[in-house]
C-alpha cells in the first residue's frame, strides 16, 4: 500500500486528495491542515463584508472528507526529500511525527502581501486573506466611517464595492494607470472605474502609498502628497506563494518566487509534486512563467497533481489568466494579456472594442454589453478578450478561453455557430460582432 | 457596376445585402420583399403573446437600410436562370418588371406548415410565423378560455407558456415520445415537461392530433381516441422551406425539400446562391441533410453568400443544430443531436447527465444547473450537449458548439480553462463535472 501526503487542503490539496482518492482505492492518503477547521472559501470573502452572503461563519465548512485521513490543526514544519519525509506539528499537543511519503502534495497555497511601508503593523490595517481577516474587518466597519483600500484588483475592487455597501467613505487607490490593470485595458477599465464612481468609491490610479499614520490605530494614509482621514485600511496588493517550506527543503523555486514544476507538476526533487497558488507556472501567450493564483487554477492544478501521485499521467500546461469580478450587478472578465502586457511580451496585438444591446431591441431590458478582442497580427490568432455587462460575461470569457486553447483565428471565430432566443440574447453574438470588428482593422 | 439580386429580406436576405455592400461600395444591391414593411422579427412573437413584449407592433422596423434598393411590398414571381432575370410583381399597382441581375441570393424562408387534417381552416386555428399570426392569438385570447397547442417544438413550448400568461387552459400535444424532441433526450425533457406542469400546461406526449372540429369557429380537438374542446388552437408542427420559387426555376432541391447548395451556398444554377431556412445544410454531426430554420444560420448563411456574391470565397459547411428556448425562468439549450438521432445515425454515444447548484453552496440564491454531454464511444469526442438552468445555459451551450467544432475529446474538455467569482459560477464548471461523469462511463 502507498501513501500520499498533501500538504494544504485548499482547493488544490482538497481537489488532488479526491481525485487521488477516486483513482486509487488503497492508498493511504494524509492531508496535513495547519487551519483548526476543515475548508473555508476565500473568495467568498468580500461577499460576506457586503452582506450577500448574510453570515462569514457559512464559508467555513467543517465536514471532513471521506475516507481521507485529514489532520487538522496540524502544521508542515520541514520536508526532507532523501529519506521522504514531512516532520508536522500537532498545534495544540506541540506534538511532533515524522510522516514517510511515497507520493508529496506540495499545496500551501499563498498569503496576502503586506508591502513594508510605514505605519503596516497599525491596529485598523486588514487584508482579505481568511475568514479571521473577514470578521475582523466587518468587526472594524461598525466603528470606522473613512475606508482606503491599497490595490484596485479583484479584491480590491469586490472590497471597495463591499466597504459602501456597508455605508463607509471609500477611497481605492492603485498604483497602476487604471483599475484591475491585470484584467482590463485603460478603455475597458474606465466603464469599471464609471460604476465604482456611481457607487460613491473615489478610484485614485498612479498613485502610491507611502504611509500609513496613527498612533495606535490608524488615522491616515499618505497617496503622494496628500494625506487621507482613514480609520480603516484594507491592503489588496497582491498574494504571495507559499513556498518557504519548499524552498527549505531544497525544492527549486522559479523567479516569481513561486515553486517550479514541469508539466507533470513535477517539482525539482523525486515525487513531490506542487499545485495551486503556490506553485509557478507558465502564461500561455506571453510563455513567460507566472503565478495563477486563482481557484479555478487551483482546482485544475489539483485534479493533475493528484492523478500523477496515484500513478497516472496528467499534465497541466499553464494559463491563460481567465478572470472574473463584479461590481454590484456589472460583471467584468478577461482572458490573456491586456495590450500592454502583450506589448511588454512582444506581442504585436490588434483590437476592436465593441458597445451593444445584450438582448434585441425589442425587448424590455436590454443592457449594454462591452467586448474587446485582442488578437496577434501575424497569424491573427485570438490572444485574449474582454468583457463586461450584467449577464453571460463569464461564459462569454470561458468561450474566447476555448477558442485561444484551440488556436482559433479571428476569422474563424467570427464565423462560430452559437444560439439565440430574444429573452437571453441578441440573434448577433457580440463576440462575432467584435470579431469582424477586428478583422477590418487587419 | 455589377447588380446583386436578393429575394427576401429577413435575417439570411439583410445580413446577405449589408455583407456584399459593405464589401462592394460600387454594386447595385436590389432586395425583392413581399411584405408591406421593412422587416419584423419572428422569434419575439411568442414573447409578444405572451406579454413580456408589451406591444407587438415594437417587433416590426420600418427604417430603410442606407445604400440598399429595398422594394417592399414586391413579389418575386419568377426566376429564369438562362436569361439571369427576376420577374417581380409589385403587389399594389400590379406593376411587373424584369430585373437582371449579375447575381442572385435566394433568401425565400419558410412557412409555418399545416397538416392536412380535417377542420384545419376552421376560425380559431393559428400558426405563429408572422406578426399578423401573433395579433390574431392574442385577439383570439381574449374571447377563448381553452387553447390547444399542436406541436412541442421550442415555438409550441415557448407559445403554451405564453397562453397560460394570458390566462388560458393550455394542453400540449406532442407526437414524440418527449417535450423538445429535436433538442433533448427523454431525461433531460422530463426537466421541462415538469416545469410546464407546474405553469399549468397539460402536456401529452406520444399522441397525434387526428381531427379539429367545429361548424365555422374550433370547437375541439381530437387526440389518439379523446376529444378537447379548445375555442383556440395553434399548429406548431414544423416549418417547411419556401422552395417553389427556385424548383419552378429548375434549381436543385435535396431530399429534405430544401434548396440544394455546396460550401459556398451555390445553388444548382449559375451565380445563383441560397441562404437561410430554403436551404437544404448538411448536420455537421450525423452528416446527413438538414434544414437548420434558426435565425443564427440564417446569419451565418447570409453573411457567406453576401460575400460570395460580391466576389469572395466564404464557405457555409453546417449545422450542429445549437438551440435555446425556455419557460419562464428556465433556459433550455442544447447543441448536436439527441441520443435516439446520433443511434438513428450510426454513432455510438456514451452520455452522463448531472445536476448540481450553479452557485456555491454558500452563496444565497442558487439555482439547479442540469447538462448533459454526449461523447462519440469511439474517439471519444464529444458530439453534443444539453443544459437547463436559469441563467448561462446559451453560452455554456456556445462553449460545447465550439468544442464539437475543435474536435475536442472529452477528456480535454474536462480540463479546459475558465473563471470562477461565488455571485456567478460554482468554483467547479457544471460542464466539466459532466465531462468527467462521462469519462468514468468510457
Redesign the interface.
Known sequence: MSRIVIIGYE?AGLTAASTARAIDRQAEIIVIERRPYVLY?P??IP?AIGG???DIK??IENTKPPNIDLRIGTEAKSIDTNSKTVEVTELKSGKTEKIPYDSLIIATGSYAFKPPIKGIDLKGVHVVRTVEDGEAIIEATKKAKRAVVVGAG?IGVETSVALRRRGLDVLLVELMPNVLPTMLDQDMAEIVTQRLHKEGVRVLCNQRLSEIRGDKNVRSVVVGETEYPAELVVMSVGVKPEAKLAKDAGIELGPTGGIKVDRYLRTSAPQVYAAGDCVETLNLITENPTLSQ????A??MG??AGKNAAGRKATFNG??N?????VHEL?I?S?GPTTSAAKKAGIDVVSARIRMPNK?P???GAEPIYAKLLVEAGEQKIVGGQVIST?????????L???I??G?RVDEFA???????????D???PLTVAAEAVLRRL
Do not use: W
Open positions: 482547493s472559501h473568495c467568498g461577499f450577500e452572503i448574510p457559512t464559508l479583484a486563482v481557484a479555478t487554477t482546482i485544475r485534479k493533475v494559463t491563460f481567465t478572470v472574473v469580478t463584479s460583471i472578465a482572458t434585441p425589442y425587448y424590455p449577464e453571460g460575461v463569464a461564459e462569454r470569457v470561458n468561450l478561453t476555448l477558442a486553447q484551440n482559433m464565423n462560430i455557430e452559437y444560439c439565440y432566443m430574444p429573452a437571453v440574447c440573434a448577433i453574438e
